[in-house]
């Protein structure tokens, strides 16, 4: 098993920055992938950005590009993701997810574990 915990959401306004956190623990070592996904209220689920643990791939969502900044510390087992320039259209609760396969992954189904969310707000 794997445990996921985000950290790091909050309120803003639009313009600023929030850097979110996500620990894992357990048996990391079955997993290739970090993903972060976001869900909006009455929205799918939807991809925001994945790393891999043992290379510099990594992808984007075209509407975050430019602004996110996904990057990983293997020595403290922890993905983060910078958000800049943050827009009200990016409000969701963010996710973190871990893939144990590895090649890359956009949809959550292809995502086993998953961390409880952090709430991320943008006011206009």
Do not use: H
């Not at 048996?27 to 996904?37: A, I, V």
């Not at 791939?57 to 320039?85: C, E, P, W």
């Not at 990016?90 to 090649?103: H, L, P, Q, W």
Request: some cysteine; aromatic content about 12%; proline content about 2%.
């Amino acid at each position: 098993q794997v445990q996921l915990v985000e950290s790091g959401g909050g309120l803003v306004q639009a313009g600023d920055s929030l850097r979110l956190s996500c620990a894992a623990s357990g048996r990391t070592f079955d997993t290739y992938l970090m993903g972060w996904f976001r869900q909006a209220p009455g929205k799918e689920r939807e991809f925001v950005a994945a790393i891999r643990w043992s290379t510099i791939r990594i992808y984007y969502a075209d509407s975050v590009k430019g602004r996110f900044t996904i990057s990983r510390d293997n020595a403290k087992s922890t993905v983060y993701l910078q958000m800049n320039s943050l827009k009200p259209e990016d409000t969701a609760v963010y996710y973190c997810a871990a893939r144990t396969i590895d090649t890359l992954a956009t949809t959550s189904s292809g995502y086993r574990y998953w961390g409880q969310g952090t709430q991320v707000t943008v006011s206009s």
